[in-house]
């Protein structure tokens, strides 16, 4: 298998001849998918005892976060940090105006897996949505939080979508899979969308969709933001 990636415009430069390149048609494997890889290479551990383990290394590593701990391993490094503006020395942590976020990057052994992806260079010539930056206008922090009924802005690419039909707009997806769809619009145009942000998300990390019909065509074309974001309380 290879890693597919295209190029498109970049519109977040100054330089009209600049071009990104954006990852197409990956394919996400589960963590069900992760134990049947397990258990499917002649190991003696069975699917139960597999899950089982993976649960108790899980809450380890939830335990260690909720101390206030950094997380250092072979698969990843995770690091809590504080965001947000202090208006001064003696100010302190407000949840109105600052988050905690947890900052990932790879360990040893995925970097050395990154080493040995194969990259295949495609053409896009399926139009979606690019989501290449999300600004938080209250803190202006850019793709890492948001702050419930406050205005955001996506930047980006195809990004207009009729407010009209509820399977078009922009979407909130929480780590559990539920989805909250902004109904508050500001601004809808290709190149930029304005909105309030839902009040009611206010606790988790979200994932951050663009649906939209693009012109011409009749199916739904979804775009997503690299990143995750967290809201500020």
């Known amino acids: 298998m290879s890693l597919r990636y295209g190029l498109i415009p970049n519109h977040l430069t100054d330089d009209p001849d600049d071009f990104m390149g954006i990852v197409t048609d990956s394919e996400t494997v589960t963590e069900v998918d992760l134990v049947n890889r397990m258990i499917g290479k002649g ?7 597999a899950l089982s383990v993976i649960e108790e290394y899980e809450y380890a590593v939830a335990e260690a976060v909720k101390n206030g701990n950094n997380v250092n391993t072979r698969l990843f490094k ?6 947000g503006v202090f208006t001064n020395q003696s100010d302190g942590f ?13 360990g040893s ?4 897996a990154v080493v040995d992806i194969e990259l295949r260079k495609v053409e896009i010539n399926q139009a979606q949505p690019v989501l290449q930056q999300f ?3 209250k803190t202006k922090v850019m793709n890492e939080t948001f702050t419930p009924g406050q205005i955001a802005s996506i930047r980006g690419l195809l990004l207009k979508f009729d407010e009209e039909d509820n399977a078009q707009g922009i979407f909130f997806i929480a780590a559990d899979g539920s989805e909250t769809r902004v109904v508050n619009m500001v601004k809808n145009k290709p190149s930029e969308l304005l909105f309030f942000v839902p009040e009611t998300i206010t606790n988790g990390t ?3 969709e663009v649906r939209t019909v693009l012109h011409k065509l009749k199916t739904i074309r979804t775009g997503r ?4 974001l967290v809201p500020v309380q």
């Open 43 to 49: 190991s003696t551990v069975t699917k139960a005892e």
């Open 78 to 83: 995770l690091t809590p940090s504080v965001s």
């Open 94 to 106: 407000d949840s109105s105006r600052h988050a905690v976020k947890l900052n990932l990057n790879a």
């Open 109 to 112: 052994r995925l970097n050395d």
């Open 135 to 137: 600004v938080d206008l």
């Open 206 to 208: 979200f994932q951050v």
């Open 225 to 228: 933001l690299v990143s995750d």
